[in-house]
C-alpha cells in the first residue's frame, strides 16, 4: 500500500490506517479482496479489474497489452456475509463456470480464511491480511474427449462414435 499517496480534502497524506477505514467503510469485504489481489501479486501476475467477466479480478501472466488473461478469479470467503453470495448456488457456479468457458479463461476460486479466531479486529488494519491464508482451487469443466487416455490410436475412432 505505499506506492501512492492519497491527499484528503484537508491537503493532508491520509496513512495507512486512514485509506483502510476509509477503503474498509466503501466496500464491506474489502480485506478479502485485498488479500486477494496481494496473494496475485506476490506470485508475479498481473492483476485487472475482472467486472466485464463477472468475477472480482483477471489475472494476466504478462502485460495486458501483450496476452490475454487465463484466469478469472473470485474471492470467496465464509467470513464475508453477504458480500460474496456468488458461487452459493449451483446455478450461479455453473454459469459462472460456462461463462469463463466461452471467453477461454480457468476460473480460479480463492478461498480466504482468517487464521486468528481470538482476534476481533483483525480485518481493522492493513497488516490484517498477515492472519488470513489462501487456498487456490481451479474449476474447469469436465471434458470427456480429454478423459478418453486409455485409447490406442487404432481404437480413436471407436471411442469417438
Given at each position: 500500500?505505499?506506492?501512492?499517496?492519497?491527499?484528503?480534502?484537508?491537503?493532508?497524506?491520509?496513512?495507512?490506517?486512514?485509506?483502510?477505514?476509509?477503503?474498509?467503510?466503501?466496500?464491506?469485504?474489502?480485506?478479502?479482496?485485498?488479500?486477494?489481489?496481494?496473494?496475485?501479486?506476490?506470485?508475479?501476475?498481473?492483476?485487472?479489474?475482472?467486472?466485464?467477466?463477472?468475477?472480482?479480478?483477471?489475472?494476466?501472466?504478462?502485460?495486458?497489452?501483450?496476452?490475454?488473461?487465463?484466469?478469472?478469479?473470485?474471492?470467496?470467503?465464509?467470513?464475508?456475509?453477504?458480500?460474496?453470495?456468488?458461487?452459493k448456488v449451483w446455478s450461479d457456479f455453473h454459469c459462472t463456470l460456462r461463462?469463463?468457458?466461452?471467453?477461454?479463461?480457468?476460473?480460479?476460486v480463492l478461498h480466504i480464511s482468517r487464521n486468528c479466531n481470538d482476534c476481533?479486529?483483525?480485518?481493522?488494519?492493513?497488516?490484517?491480511?498477515?492472519?488470513?491464508?489462501?487456498?487456490e482451487r481451479i474449476v474447469a469443466r469436465w471434458n470427456p474427449e480429454q478423459?478418453?487416455?486409455?485409447?490406442?490410436?487404432?481404437?480413436?475412432?471407436?471411442?469417438?462414435?
Amino acid at each position: 500500500m505505499k506506492c501512492i499517496k492519497i491527499v484528503g480534502q484537508n491537503n493532508c497524506i491520509k496513512n495507512e490506517e486512514e485509506l483502510w477505514d476509509y477503503m474498509s467503510s466503501k466496500r464491506v469485504n474489502f480485506p478479502i479482496l485485498y488479500k486477494a489481489y496481494s496473494h496475485l501479486r506476490t506470485k508475479n501476475w498481473v492483476v485487472r479489474a475482472g467486472s466485464q467477466y463477472g468475477v472480482d479480478f483477471v489475472a494476466y501472466r504478462h502485460h495486458p497489452a501483450l496476452v490475454h488473461s487465463e484466469y478469472a478469479v473470485i474471492a470467496s470467503s465464509d467470513e464475508d456475509g453477504n458480500g460474496n453470495r456468488r458461487l452459493k448456488v449451483w446455478s450461479d457456479f455453473h454459469c459462472t463456470l460456462r461463462l469463463c468457458g466461452s471467453v477461454a479463461k480457468t476460473l480460479l476460486v480463492l478461498h480466504i480464511s482468517r487464521n486468528c479466531n481470538d482476534c476481533d479486529g483483525a480485518s481493522s488494519s492493513p497488516w490484517s491480511i498477515n492472519y488470513y491464508s489462501v487456498e487456490e482451487r481451479i474449476v474447469a469443466r469436465w471434458n470427456p474427449e480429454q478423459s478418453r487416455e486409455n485409447c490406442t490410436v487404432a481404437e480413436k475412432e471407436s471411442c469417438k462414435s
